[in-house]
T-cell receptor
């Protein structure tokens, strides 16, 4: 079974600064995806960024980027130029790839509550 | 952009009553899921559904729960004889295919009193 650990329950950052959220995971699988989801106060789960494990290049989406260290099983999220609208709970999630539809469930970490201060 | 639609957004029910949570996945998606988030806790997998049958379910998904895709568009989660500990946010999600990520609905907050 896979586990996802987010060791920072809460973090805060000043507007326009950069913040990094940590995530580690444990798996024996070699082929998988990793995700960061954002959950604002509206409670909707919004995909921020995804990384395929077979890709060495770190994924980037505008102000959001990841540092994927496969050997260390680490997947951190960096948010640059933080904005007030980035205030949310951020969840790291793991998804095994391959073997049929049933293997595509998401395993979530406990989340990190990020507050962006003006 | 296509959305996964969940109704109602909030439901309050008496303990012991049955509830049905409704979801309309994205039309060309093939895989459907229910997840649950108890307040302050992490999001947990309940069940996955593909080709008109359950493909996997978690230990949480016991006989109290059932899912159905009755008409090719709706995807429902039924909870029979609700308990206080069923109070949570329930998320429906769908996925187009194996290489694609999830699209989540905005959730139904279930409160059992």
């Amino acid at each position: 079974a896979q586990t996802v650990t987010q060791s920072q329950p809460e973090m805060s950052v000043q507007e326009a600064e950069t913040v990094t959220l940590s995530c580690t995971y444990d798996t024996s699988e070699s082929n998988y995806y990793l995700f960061w989801y954002k959950q604002p106060p509206s409670r909707q789960m919004i995909l921020v960024i995804r990384q395929e494990a077979y890709k060495q290049q770190n994924a980037t989406e505008n102000r959001f980027s990841v540092n994927f260290q496969k050997a260390a099983k680490s997947f951190s999220l960096k948010i640059s130029d933080s904005q007030l609208g980035d205030t949310a709970m951020y969840f790291c999630a793991f998804m095994k790839h391959g073997g049929g539809g049933s293997n595509y469930k998401l395993t979530f970490g406990k989340g990190t509550l990020l507050t962006v201060n003006p | 952009e296509p959305e996964v639609t969940q109704t109602p957004s909030h439901q309050v029910t008496q303990m012991g009553q049955e509830v049905i949570l409704r979801c309309v996945p994205i039309s060309n998606h093939l895989y459907f899921y229910w997840y649950r988030q108890i307040l302050g806790q992490k999001v947990e997998f309940l069940v996955s559904f593909y080709n008109n049958e359950i493909s996997e379910k978690s230990e949480i998904f016991d006989d109290q729960f059932s899912v159905e895709r009755p008409d090719g568009s709706n995807f429902t989660l039924k909870i029979r004889s609700t308990k206080l500990e069923d109070s949570a946010m329930y998320f429906c999600a769908s996925r187009r295919g194996q290489a694609y990520g999830y699209t989540f609905g905005s959730g139904t907050r279930l409160t059992v009193v």
